[in-house]
């Protein structure tokens, strides 16, 4: 405990929330850090996941590769970019990217295909375009388990941001790198219950839109998304 | 290449300690998610709780976790027992979900028969109800399996050595071959455990083999995420 309350004296430390170092700043690029490559990803993985749910072809080769890419440790992925693009920002937005697109993938095409045949069947027998029916039907009815996939991929890159600390002066993970530096473990201890508190109110506040997002009258669904839940962050720690 | 060859020997010693850090979580996390996923079915209660705790802890970020435990639970700090505990803890967050929704699955029609016929609940469990949700179970620990032996990598960071240590040195020595070949070395070992657990299945549920070749379901793949 005596350990703990090191941590919590160095987190409430006034000395820790000046500079550029300071604690307000470094939860500020942890997070737009993570956001910025979860908006980097869904950009790819959102249009593609759509196009293999909708039309549903490419599925084995989506599930092959985003398997594979699951496999590979991210630690690998970041330092070998690292070292192709240098010391910086670049890497771990590469290697964060690459392992945030499966699980978006993935939530946006089930989210497709968990849609009863019928109803996209009755959309198309009323007359909707390919088109509306993705806009109207499919999209809405699909959102819970995209915004499930959403919720992993970025819980998966809030905490492999810890790790790209490794190769970038960048975020919360900094202080980790530091304190083991210097072997400084109230430093350490701190920055990881920062971390870990910042990716628990990332799940609270997750948990919540999924609740929010399903559309009325098929809230019954809900029930298939907690298998996505417990998709956070494997290949990420 | 060249990289490789010469140092074949410290990839080998670096598999080695690899597997020696992800055998233990694998197989306690199956020993202890199985009576704990129990329980969580069992009872409305602990479902809640189980569950939602499982799901909690599979969120905390992995490299903070080794770095906690040994102010929660008094190890040395940067002892390789941590990188162990905080990879049997996820894996039970993992298959904690997994066995409960593996025993649900269990037709109930089939649970009554097995009670009508006179099995007690103990035996019931280990011959009925386990067997039948095997499927699903090692569905769930080849995710585990998978999953594990990439995050082992991860204890390098903090000085625990695997195959992860071929990625920390290459990346200071600016070595790309000797990163590539963690990679691939780390990949490799995932495929081989995988394999081994699917293999495992196929003899222990001969049943399965015609039906559907084990391989995990929808869910599962994307909680693999």
């Known amino acids: ?237 | 290449m060249t990289w490789v060859l010469a140092n074949l020997g410290l990839i080998w010693a670096r598999t080695l300690d690899h597997v020696v850090l992800s055998v233990p979580p694998i197989v306690l996390c199956f020993v202890i998610a199985v009576p704990l996923g129990w329980v969580a079915r069992r009872y409305r209660v602990s479902r809640g709780v189980i569950l939602t705790g499982a799901g909690l802890l599979y969120a905390v970020p992995s490299l903070p976790l080794i770095l906690v435990l040994p102010a929660v639970i008094g190890t040395s700090a940067l002892s390789p027992l941590n990188v162990v505990i905080a990879l049997t803890l996820y894996g039970i967050a993992l298959m904690v979900r997994v066995v409960a929704d593996g025993l649900d699955s269990v037709d109930a029609d089939v649970r009554q028969s097995a009670s009508a016929m006179g099995y007690s609940t103990w035996s019931r469990f280990w011959q009925v109800e386990l067997p039948l949700s095997g499927p699903v179970l090692l569905a769930g620990m080849r995710v585990v399996a998978v999953s594990t032996v990439s995050l082992v990598t991860v204890g390098a960071v903090i000085g625990v050595q695997s195959l992860g240590s071929l990625f920390t040195d290459g990346f200071q020595r600016g070595i790309q071959a000797e990163i590539i070949a963690g990679l691939v070395a780390t990949v490799a070992l995932a495929l081989l455990f995988d394999g081994a657990l699917v293999l495992a299945g196929r003899l222990l549920m001969p049943w399965t083999r015609r039906v559907t070749p084990a391989k995990p379901s929808v869910p599962l793949e994307v909680s693999a995420a």
């Open chain 1, 1 to 237: 405990m005596n350990l703990f309350a090191s941590a919590i004296q160095w987190i409430l430390d006034p000395a820790n929330y000046v500079g550029l170092n300071a604690i307000p700043l470094r939860i500020g690029q942890h997070v737009a850090f993570s956001l910025v490559t979860v908006l980097i990803a869904s950009a790819i993985a959102i249009p593609l996941g759509y196009l293999i749910g909708h039309t549903g072809r490419g599925r084995g080769l989506a599930v092959t590769t985003s398997g594979g890419l699951r496999a590979i440790p991210t630690l690998g992925l970041l330092t070998l970019v690292a070292l192709w693009v240098g010391i910086g920002v670049v890497a771990p937005y590469v290697a964060l990217t690459v392992l945030a697109i499966p699980p978006i993938l993935a939530g946006a095409y089930t989210g497709f295909e968990a849609i009863d045949r019928r109803t996209v069947d009755a959309a198309r027998s009323v007359g909707m375009s390919e088109l509306q029916i993705v806009r109207k039907v499919e999209v809405p009815l699909g959102l819970p388990l995209l915004i499930g996939g959403l919720r992993s991929a970025t819980l998966q890159v809030i905490a492999t941001a810890t790790l790209a600390a490794y190769v970038a002066d960048l975020g919360l993970g900094r202080y980790l790198f530091s304190g083991l530096k210097t072997r400084d473990y109230a430093e350490m201890l701190g920055g990881s219950i920062l971390v870990i508190l910042l990716a628990l109110t990332l799940e609270g506040i997750f948990a919540l839109i999924q609740r929010f997002v399903v559309p009325r009258g098929v809230s019954g669904r809900l029930g298939t998304t907690p298998a996505l839940r417990t998709g956070s962050a494997t290949a990420a720690r």
